[in-house]
């Protein structure tokens, strides 16, 4: 039985054009090209921008080169391989970041390399469907677009914060109808007070989530949280 191996491996921090009025001028974000002995290419996106590429190219290439890679099992091995290599700098961040790069990259390439769809790898569909949602600030444009979900940012810098939620979730809900899934993302600027406080001032958006309220480091915060 001959195996598939790895036989390269690159990654790269393109150059791309900040927008300023944007939600996120930067997302650091990494794209990571894995290659076959026997011709076959994934790539997978990452995040971490040139600190990534540097422990993908600078450490974990060399790991991965000559790897078999033939199942999703070897995927799965690879991961674990990759995990407990970078342990002594890694567990979280940009470890972890440029290991799901790779792991997107395996994918790509295994259902490339056996004909299948990504989703045949992880064990096959289970809807013929799924909502997607429009994240960032230009509401009337995803409406507009037919999208029936829709994730705003809200960062916090002070009490008049409270009123501008209050704003931004009534027009929102007001555009995309009482049947629409509305969401925000705070990008980790909130604590457990203010969380339990907006819960209350936007009851009546019906909000589906808050997301990344505060910091994984709160655990207090989080707990308090997970209790609401």
């Not at 002995?37 to 190219?57: H, K, P, Q």
């Not at 677009?145 to 809900?173: C, M, N």
Request: hydrophobic residues 40%.
């Amino acid at each position: 039985m001959s195996y598939e191996k790895i036989s390269d491996v690159q990654a790269v921090y393109p150059n791309y054009e900040h927008v300023v009025p944007s939600w996120r001028t930067n997302f650091w974000q990494i794209v990571v090209k894995v290659q076959t002995d026997l011709g076959y290419v994934g790539f997978g996106y990452g995040g971490g921008g040139i600190a990534s590429v540097a422990i993908i190219n600078q450490h974990l290439k060399d790991i991965l080169t000559d790897t078999v890679i033939d199942t999703v099992q070897d995927i799965q091995k690879i991961w674990d391989k990759l995990y407990f290599e970078t342990l002594p700098y890694g567990r979280k961040g940009l470890a972890i970041m440029a290991i799901s790069g790779i792991d997107l990259a395996l994918y790509d390439l295994l259902g490339k390399s056996t004909n299948q769809p990504v989703f045949e790898l992880l064990g096959g569909a289970r809807k013929d469907k799924i909502q997607a949602y429009a994240t960032g600030q230009d509401s009337e444009l995803y409406c507009d677009l037919g999208f029936t979900a829709h994730k705003f940012p809200h960062r916090w810098s002070d009490d008049t914060d409270y009123q501008i939620a209050i704003e931004k979730s009534k027009r929102v809900r007001s555009l995309f109808g009482p049947d629409a899934r509305i969401m925000i993302d705070t990008y980790m600027s909130w604590d457990s007070i203010v969380t339990e406080t907006m819960a209350d001032l936007l009851t009546d958006y019906e909000l589906f989530w808050f997301e990344d309220v505060m910091t994984p480091d709160d655990r207090s915060g989080n707990m308090v949280c997970g209790n609401l």
